[in-house]
């Protein structure tokens, strides 16, 4: 008899927390699903045959033509830039100009947590134009790219960069 109340008291402690253990799954899927309808992590880049000074200036501008508003610079190495701004649905932008050789740069745009295409797009298409130019998916076959430091931390893995298409 004692054991009967010992199993439905475990019972009713377990009742509540298989809710919240469904409720976690919940969560997880539906973080699956935005990982999914957004295309997963990614990044949008192009070359440009402009120096990084050159594309920084262009990036400003291209910001206000598609509407992202500028928040700031930061000249992370002598051969890479990092410009910051935000979106119409506040979504953080990046764009990281990186020199491939002395005339051309390497644009690389990441906007809010999984990317967004559509602005990702828009940004380089706005940014040609500013440029007077249209960009490449691949770098010229005469340029490769200096030797980088080595990373302070892994990229995480699930990252992926895709070239504008």
Same mark, same amino acid.
Request: aromatic content about 6%.
């Given at each position: 008899? $004692? ?12 009742? $509540? ?10 969560? =997880? ?16 880049? =192009? ?30 190495? $002598? ?57 490449? =998916? ?13 990373? =302070?931390? $892994? ?11």
């Amino acid at each position: 008899m $004692p054991y009967r109340w010992l199993a439905l008291a475990t019972i009713a402690a377990a009742v $509540p927390l298989s809710g919240c253990v469904a409720l976690l799954g919940a969560g =997880a899927g539906a973080g699956a699903v935005t990982y999914v309808e957004n295309g997963g992590v990614a990044n949008y880049y =192009a070359y440009y045959p402009v120096s990084v000074a050159r594309a920084s200036q262009a990036t400003q501008a291209a910001f206000s033509q598609v509407g992202i508003q500028y928040q700031g610079m930061i000249q992370k190495t $002598p051969s890479e830039v990092m410009i910051e701004g935000s979106d119409a649905k506040a979504q953080r932008v990046k764009v990281n100009i990186t020199s491939m050789a002395t005339d051309v740069s390497k644009v690389n745009i990441r906007v809010g947590t999984f990317g967004d295409k559509t602005v990702s797009l828009d940004f380089q298409r706005a940014l040609a134009s500013q440029l007077g130019m249209q960009p490449t =998916a691949q770098a010229p076959a005469s340029v490769t790219p200096p030797a980088a430091p080595a990373p =302070a931390a $892994p990229a995480p893995q699930e990252q992926q960069t895709i070239p504008l298409q």
